[in-house]
């Protein structure tokens, strides 16, 4: 399968996905799964930039919510990626960009859920 026909199946399987997630509260895969396809999109987008699209399926189901919940504030938590690491090392790069962002102090009780006293 060519790259442009691999981003457009990925952008329309994600699109699904957002919608049964996000629209009617019916996941059809798991969370790993998804970000899987979400992962795939994003290294095709970055491998060919010409297949780049700002109104991406990624980005639709950010913006997507379930009926009858409060909207999400538009401010990207650093603790917003915390679900999207699957390794030790990316979550390394978490805790170090959250401590350049909220200090040391924060970030080292984000990841070891300890306060200093």
């Known amino acids: 399968m060519k790259p442009a026909e691999r981003v457009a199946w990925l ?3 994600l699109a699904r996905h957002n919608d ?3 629209t009617n509260d ?3 895969i798991p969370d790993a799964d ?3 396809l979400a992962r795939e999109l994003r290294a095709l987008e970055a491998e060919h930039p010409e297949l780049s699209d700002e109104t991406s399926s990624l980005e639709e189901g950010r913006r997507s919510r379930i009926s009858g919940l409060p909207a999400r504030s538009s401010t990207r938590s650093p603790c917003s990626v915390w679900t999207m690491s699957f390794d ?3 979550l390394r790069a978490w805790a170090e960009r959250g401590a350049k962002t909220l200090g040391e102090d924060v970030a080292d ?3 070891r859920g300890r306060t200093k006293n």
């Open 34 to 36: 998804y970000d899987a």
């Open 88 to 90: 030790v090392d990316e």
């Open 11 to 13: 952008r329309e399987e």
């Open 26 to 28: 019916a996941p059809l």
């Open 20 to 22: 049964a997630y996000f």
């Open 109 to 111: 009780t984000l990841v």
